[in-house]
Nanobody, 120 residues
Framework: QVQLVESGGGLVQAGGSLRLSCAAS????????MGWYRQAPGKQRELVAS???????NYEDSVKGRFTISRGNAKNSVYLQMNSLEPSDTAVYYC??????????????WGQGTQVTVSS
């Protein structure tokens, strides 16, 4: 079993910054892609940013130039630095990881979500 634990959400004024963290633990052989998704009330969950084990990065258009995704040295953690936050960034942010377990089977895991609220 694998757990993803997120932290770093909160309330911030427009123009402010937050840093989200996600750490994976459990029966992990390796982790392929990791990413951050968000879901605002009444909307579908959407990809914010993703990063592969090889460092290939993808951003949703509205966050390009404002958000930066990175992985920890041990590759079992992922971070999202969010700058110049806007009220439209308000959502629950979820971490996702594609994990190759000790069994060598690959599974997709989600974190519990962390609330980000940006006030105008």
């Amino acid at each position: 079993q694998v757990q993803l634990v997120e932290s770093g959400g909160g309330l911030v004024q427009a123009g402010g910054s937050l840093r989200l963290s996600c750490a994976a633990s459990g029966s992990i052989l390796s982790i392929n892609d990791m990413g951050w998704y968000r879901q605002a009330p009444g909307k579908q969950r959407e990809l914010v940013a993703s990063i592969s084990s090889g460092g290939r990065i993808n951003y949703e258009d509205s966050v390009k130039g404002r958000f930066t995704i990175s992985r920890g040295n041990a590759k079992n953690s992922v971070y999202l630095q969010m700058n110049s936050l806007e009220p439209s960034d308000t959502a629950v942010y979820y971490c996702k990881a594609v994990v190759v377990e000790l069994s060598t089977y690959s599974y997709q895991y989600w974190g519990q979500g962390t609330q980000v609220t940006v006030s105008s």
